[in-house]
């Protein structure tokens, strides 16, 4: 069994070697993986329950939930997200610690000797090498999130889960995953197994069709929202209903009208576990997840911003632009001053446009180290494209050091990419 200890700096070279196995970053398919699976003796048969999550928005708030939920009954859980933030190491907690940098620097070493240097991608050979981590430690619950899509994700590898899970599906990686909201949500009911739950969060009718046209061809009974359960907001609380009855519960902890849809579904979920009414409200009153409007409260770059309020946030596709709006309008009325970097693979206009009636101006940065990188100008001619007062910035620094000196009474929101809230927690330290 692997020894998990403290972490210490190292991991890095392992992961930029194994980024040369393969030459895409992204490239879809089951097989690989399940070649390296083979070579480790198949890790991802002795897993704890596995609860896997799927969706193009919420993912990781609903899979934040969920753990909530289950620790507050004293259960051990192992969890893997992705993408990370500031470190690696955030995406793989061992019994709800973050993996030790001595046991990953094994682990990654172990999955790279038994790959035998075939081609395997970077995200596949860590999702072994978080495997093969769950695998050895015991736990009661193993909560999987995908990474892309979900049909030949790599982590559906998974023969049997307790429960699978798909969040509101929208448009988004349509380069990998089809055209169509319809072709999208197909890929993500690729998790859905026979006889399994699958709890399905809101979705539009072609969502829906698709999703309950592949758990009829798998034998997947489904539990869905506004069918077989409900979560509304009720005087400052919510409430949710199933056939287990009315839960009155506190609002979420995580902000944003969003976040009542991800806790319907995160409860859906517990319930279905057999979690108590206790465990359901730790699941909303203590579920933590970086970079989903999060206020930064200390830091150099809040140093920077002084008296203005300082927000971060990693929505990037059009439907995180509208729950990103919808949760800015519940705040506290304030002057709203953007800072946006972007991938030139999104819908840059998509994302902005319901932003733009409530800003009153942006800055675009580019992400320094990324290669996919919209330039800041390139961001401000979408943003005025949609009819915001945009201009660049040379970084985020720039950018909130500018606004403080427009607007002292700013609330600024670093925006666009996880990746760019990635850095800014990194810089921000």
């Known amino acids: 069994m692997t020894e998990w200890k403290t972490e210490a700096p190292g991991s890095d070279r392992v992961l930029e070697r194994l980024m040369t196995l393969h030459p895409k970053i992204i490239d879809l398919t089951l097989g690989r993986i399940e070649r390296l699976l083979a070579a480790l003796g198949h890790p991802e048969h002795r897993l704890p329950p596995v609860i896997h999550v799927a969706g193009t928005n919420g993912k990781g708030s609903t899979l934040a ?23 690696f190491h955030e995406r793989v907690r061992v019994t709800g610690e973050l993996i030790g940098e001595d046991a990953l620097i094994a682990l990654l070493e172990r999955c790279e000797a038994a790959n035998g240097g075939e ?12 495997l093969l981590a769950f695998a050895e430690m015991p736990a ?40 169509t909201l319809a072709e999208i949500a197909g890929e993500k009911a ?61 609002r979420p902890n995580l902000i944003g009208a969003h976040q009542v849809t991800n806790a319907g579904a995160a409860l859906a979920t517990l319930r279905r576990l057999g979690v108590s009414d206790a465990g359901c409200e730790a699941a909303v009153t203590r579920a933590e997840w970086p970079a989903r409007l999060q ?25 995180a632009g509208e729950a990103l709006a919808e949760a800015l309008r519940r705040l506290p009325a304030r002057p709203l001053h953007l ?23 942006l800055r675009g940065v580019g992400i320094p180290g990324e290669a996919a990188t919209l330039s800041a100008r390139e961001t401000v001619a ?18 909130i050091a500018a606004i403080r000196a427009d607007d002292s009474d700013a609330r600024i929101l670093i925006c666009g990419s996880l990746y760019l809230a990635g850095r800014v927690l990194r810089e921000n330290g």
């Open 382 to 399: 979408a943003a005025r494209g949609v009819g915001m007062k945009a201009e660049p910035a040379a970084d985020v620094a720039a950018a």
């Open 190 to 250: 690729g998790i859905l197994k026979s006889g399994v739950t699958g709890v399905i969060g809101p979705q539009e009718a072609q969502a829906i069709d698709a999703i309950e046209l592949r758990a009829e061809a798998v034998g997947a009974p489904l539990a869905v929202a506004n069918r077989d359960w409900q979560v509304w907001e009720e005087r400052g609380r919510i409430a949710y209903l199933d056939e287990r009855g009315l839960l009155d519960l506190p």
């Open 339 to 361: 800072v946006t970097g972007m991938l030139n693979t999104k819908d840059v206009a998509g994302f902005l446009r319901p932003l733009a009636a409530l800003a009153t101006d």
């Open 119 to 130: 081609p395997i991608t970077f995200f596949e050979i860590t999702t072994a090498a978080a």
């Open 295 to 319: 206020r930064l409260r200390r830091g150099p770059l809040v140093d920077i911003a002084g008296p203005c309020e300082l927000w971060l946030d990693g929505g990037h596709n059009p439907a």
């Open 140 to 179: 009661d619950y193993t909560l999987l999130e995908v990474g892309l899509g979900g049909r030949l994700d790599a982590t559906n590898v998974i023969a049997r889960p307790a429960v699978t899970v798909i969040t509101p599906v929208s448009i988004d990686h349509q380069q990998y995953l089809g055209d």
């Open 65 to 87: 939930m969920i753990r909530a939920g289950l620790e507050a009954e004293g259960k051990t859980v192992h969890v893997y997200t992705s993408p990370h933030l500031a470190r």
